[in-house]
């Protein structure tokens, strides 16, 4: 009896597994429960976009793909395949005899982290549909599935008309590299049943067709501008009552060969489930690694997803190299300002890999254009620079290395990178601290013109490189270099503090000039300020041109003027003296609406602290009266460097009310709709005080060390931090917070008992505290718990 049971349950078990297998190869399917969120009805009409490293997709969440984009005008959206654009979009369209509906206008759009779904209804014919995009990884193609369920209760027969609008055509700055855009030409290929486009005179190609051989094939009238060719594909549907059918479109470029194109198709076309799940699951493993859990559950998803938005922007192309790129759709490229501001948040979320690329990249870039250490700031993907390097960038790829160091404590990646550093710090203070004063002149963060003189960021970060590469340079035993680039990051500290200060306006100035200088930038400022009817901007400018005439002096001084974000990197390098950081931090709060701190605070409306509405940017692109994402998070570190950390929580909420405003799972790079619709420096905001600074994450990879003193804001009650990757995955962390009834307990593990963990206690819980696991070790004004193994646990 009990051997007839078994035998029952057995075929159950195996009727059920039958089941599961038979299941249909859809999107439905295959991405069921899986991480995913819901657009907004009122942002149809604007961009989505669905990235491998190799090929990207940018059309609208409605389902169409309309000419948008500035860096090359109107072409920007598409599918590209860097360094070449491969198409400027699709269109499938259904059709009953004299009845046609075109997919173009959907009812809803929805995102998950490595593919999009459109959905669209046909209530006149019962019909469903859901048009997916998915990307794989390392592969010049993507795969679009279109499943149409029909509801009726009769049969349906339509054709499906696939639309392909191919442009071949170069990356921005192609022109420098030879790469002319000549007409394209399509020929209908048998091998793949569909069709193989060619720019005329390059070996560029996109390939395109779908899973089954097509009833018709013809032209189509291109309607995009530029020298592409459109074609269609016709199938023939039948679908009975309450069933589902899918059709699959693959589509696969090169710029290389015909060949290498039909070889991808094929791969997509046969393998596409297995890239499909081989891609779930490495963005599984993605959310994994610095998981965090907090109250504020908006801002743990935010932080979940800006993990997969820093996947999304990595770009490769093998001839050039692989690095993050800045956002989407304008900036598909390489900077080096981005990335040193970027590379900090991708290593403290342990994609690592990204990290090495792209320094890998600059470093290599910049010393073949360069070589002098001078960080470029711009490259197209061609590998073309655009800019060879604005001032900040130099010193900041000093301490981007520094920083990158503490996490993974390998001497051979700082004996790779430190001459470029020596070499840039000599040409940063020999070639551009023309009076010899300490501070380096010329073009910073603000790219407003001629605001090129002493910048308080340039000096900020100046003096944070030195401070950083004499760390570098005792590690490598150069003791009287470290003694004398510790000399300097002294001398500039001081004088950053003193020389840069404006008691009267509570602010560090924004540069350091000569009168002249400062009286054109006033006339400027004060044309932008009438512009944006900003009367109080006006005044202030006013009173300041009226101040330098009555007052005039013959030595450069410091300006407070445009009251540009970048007034707040003395705190945010923590080396503003405290009295003054507290009073600027304050004069900062001015700056701010409720999506973050205006880029230049002279843009700034009375009525800001109401204005939560749509950003309404200029018909030609600018950043003028723009709030961002980065001056926000350089703001939130500023406040927890001086103990602030509820302060700091404002800001990152700022930010977080940005987060799917427009586009689900993403913030915009202007704040909180406008300008490229994922942006990689957002990590750095959000990273950088929760991991270094609300949980106190300090490594210390080349000692076996992690310190952590944390620093939480009042209202995270129960929190946590788990998976943190050291040195390079020799060593995991995991920490747990909780304060109830006046009582706070954190416990921290480890995957390797050899590293030593080190917890800060205020000192003023000394008389309460409790040792559940480590041992005590007081220094002079401070405690610290270390661990005996692989667990610290404590108390108060």
Request: glycine share 8%; with cysteine.
């Amino acid at each position: 009896m009990k051997w007839s049971i078994y035998k029952i349950t057995l075929l159950g078990v195996l009727f059920w597994n039958c089941a599961e297998i038979e299941k249909p190869t859809t999107f439905s399917n295959l991405l069921e429960n899986s991480t995913h969120i819901n657009g907004k009805t009122e942002y149809l009409s604007s961009p989505f976009v669905s990235a491998g490293n190799r090929v990207y997709i940018v059309g609208h969440q409605d389902g169409s793909f309309p000419e948008i984009g500035w860096h090359i005008k109107g072409e920007m959206g598409g599918i590209w395949n860097h360094p070449i654009k491969l198409m400027d979009g699709f269109e499938i369209e259904l059709h009953w005899g004299d009845e046609s509906f075109m997919l173009n206008k959907a009812d809803t759009f929805t995102n998950y982290p490595f593919a999009n779904r459109h959905q669209f209804s046909l209530p006149s014919k019962n019909l469903v549909v859901k048009r997916w995009q998915f990307v794989p990884d390392d592969t010049e193609g993507l795969l679009v599935q279109v499943e149409l369920t029909n509801n009726a209760s009769k049969a349906t027969t339509f054709d499906l008309i696939f639309t392909g609008h191919s442009d071949l055509r170069p990356t921005w700055l192609g022109e420098r590299t030879n790469m002319n855009d000549t007409q394209d030409e399509a020929v209908f290929e048998e091998a793949i049943q569909g069709w193989i486009t060619k720019d005329r005179g390059n070996p560029w190609f996109v390939c395109y067709a779908g899973d089954t051989a097509p009833n018709q094939k013809s032209e189509a009238k291109n309607t995009y501008q530029g020298l592409g060719a459109s074609n269609q594909l016709t199938y023939s549907m039948a679908i009975e009552p309450n069933e589902t059918k899918t059709i699959n479109f693959i589509i696969s470029g090169s710029y290389t060969s015909k060949e290498h194109a039909i070889s991808t198709f094929n791969n997509i076309k046969s393998a596409w489930p297995n890239l499909l799940e081989d891609k779930k699951q490495r963005y599984q493993q993605l959310a994994h690694q610095t998981q965090l859990t907090i109250p504020d559950k908006k801002m743990q998803q935010a932080f979940e997803w800006l993990k997969y938005n820093c996947d999304w922007l990595v770009r490769t192309v093998p001839e050039i190299g692989s690095g993050i790129t800045a956002g989407i759709p304008d900036y598909p490229w390489w900077f080096g300002v981005d990335s040193e501001y970027a590379l900090q948040g991708y290593m403290a979320i342990g994609q690592t890999e990204a990290v090495y690329n792209t320094i890998a990249l600059l470093d290599s870039v910049s010393n073949r254009v360069n070589g002098n250490g001078k960080i470029i700031h711009e490259m197209s993907t061609n590998g073309a620079v655009f800019n060879k390097g604005n001032i900040n960038e130099t010193p900041q790829f000093a301490s981007l290395i520094w920083s990158i160091y503490q996490w993974n404590g390998n001497l051979s990646f700082l004996e790779k990178y430190f001459p470029t550093i020596e070499k840039g710090l000599s040409w940063l203070m020999e070639e551009n601290d023309l009076d010899g004063n300490g501070f380096p002149e010329g073009f910073g963060m603000m790219e407003i013109h001629g605001l090129d003189s002493e910048m308080i960021d340039v000096a900020a970060y100046s003096q944070k490189a030195f401070a950083d590469a004499s760390k570098m340079a005792t590690e490598l035993g150069k003791d009287s270099l470290a003694a004398e680039y510790q000399e300097i990051a002294d001398q500039l500290k001081q004088k950053i503090n003193t020389e840069f200060w404006s008691e009267n306006f509570n602010s560090y100035a924004d540069f350091i000039g000569t009168d002249a200088q400062a009286l054109h930038l006033i006339e400027d400022a004060i044309v932008r300020a009438d512009t944006l009817n900003k009367p109080w901007a006006i005044e202030e400018l006013e009173a300041t041109r009226k101040y330098i005439k009555t007052h005039p002096s013959n030595k450069p001084r410091p300006f407070v003027m445009h009251h540009n974000w970048v007034v707040n990197t003395p705190m945010e390098m923590g080396i503003a003296d405290t009295t003054k950081a507290l009073k600027a931090l304050k004069t900062a709060e001015q700056f701010v609406n409720p999506f973050g701190v205006f880029v230049t605070g002279i843009d700034r409306d009375q009525s800001a602290g109401s204005d939560d509405g749509s950003f309404k940017g200029s018909k030609i692109f600018s950043y003028t009266g723009a709030v961002m994402t980065l001056p926000t998070g350089v703001q939130a570190r500023a406040e927890n460097n001086y103990g602030r950390p509820d302060e700091a929580l404002n800001y990152l909420e700022r930010m977080t009310r940005t987060f799917s405003y427009a586009l689900p799972g993403s913030m915009y790079e202007v704040s909180p709709d406008y300008g490229m619709i994922t942006q990689a420096w957002n990590i750095y905001s959000y990273a950088y005080p929760i991991i270094h600074q609300f949980f106190g994450i300090q490594p210390r990879a080349a000692q076996k060390q992690v310190l952590i003193s944390p620093l939480m804001p009042d209202t995270w009650d129960e929190c946590s931090l788990e998976n943190v990757i050291l040195g390079d995955g020799a060593n995991e962390i995991s920490m747990f917070y909780s304060k109830k009834d006046g009582k706070t307990t954190i416990r921290i593990e480890q995957t390797n008992a050899e590293w030593k963990m080190k917890l800060k206690i205020p000192k003023s819980q000394l008389n309460q505290l409790q040792i559940l696991e480590g041992t005590q070790s007081a220094l002079e004004n401070e405690v610290w718990i270390e661990s005996d193994g692989a667990k610290v646990e404590v108390s108060y």
